[in-house]
């Protein structure tokens, strides 16, 4: 049996999230007692909390939400890059070391050593615009990182999530890759059919090849 690895860190009421989004919370509508054969409960958060999948929606007005994409970008080959830790933006020079001709339609990069899990990075990793060009002129498909985001937290540009609308590529954010060697492996990470959603969570798995 091929070995997985789970990527996707747990979602609860102290997952980090975007100062001001909304954070996971959780209510039972019903409880399971002599008189309630089931629980239920409802839950509210943003569909940025723990690993997910950004829609072209989110940064574009005429994007297409999450529940329109293509989902072959979330399913296939793809590369784990550890890259130097402590970066404030990955730059070309950072993963030009497993960037080879064979390089799958799919890179996720490591940038922590230890994903911040309880509080919210505002010193997040970034990956540079030109890294995500000379990506897509390769033939990527998508791109996956361990951080919050492909841009920084103070950004009021978000000139890397442009350049995913301008070259059609797909993004993963907030992956749990501590674990991961470095290496090649299957992507399984499936966005919800939210019709109208920027966004949707994501259970993103490695599998061996």
Known sequence: MKKIWDISPCVDSTSPV??????????WSAQWSEQCP????????????G??????????PQGQSIGQVDLAPYLGPCR????????????????????????????????????????????????APDV?????????LLIGTDSASIDPAESQTLPSHQV??????????????DAVPAGDYELIALPLKLAQADASPVRAILREL
């Open 164 to 177: 995913l609308r301008l070259r059609n590529l797909r993004v993963l954010e907030n992956l749990l890759l």
């Open 132 to 140: 995500l060009n000379r990506l897509a002129d390769m033939g990527l």
């Open 18 to 27: 975007f100062p001001g989004d909304t954070p996971y919370q959780q209510q």
């Open 38 to 49: 089931v629980n239920v409960s409802a839950i509210s958060l943003s569909p940025h909390v």
């Open 80 to 127: 784990v890059v550890h890259c130097a830790l402590g970066l404030a933006c990955v730059k070309w020079q950072d993963i030009a070391h497993a960037i080879t001709q064979d390089l799958p339609p799919r890179l996720l990069l490591r940038t922590y050593a230890a994903q911040p899990r309880l509080k919210f990075d505002t010193q997040l990793p970034a990956i």
């Open 51 to 60: 690993a997910h999948a950004d829609a072209p929606l989110h940064y574009s």
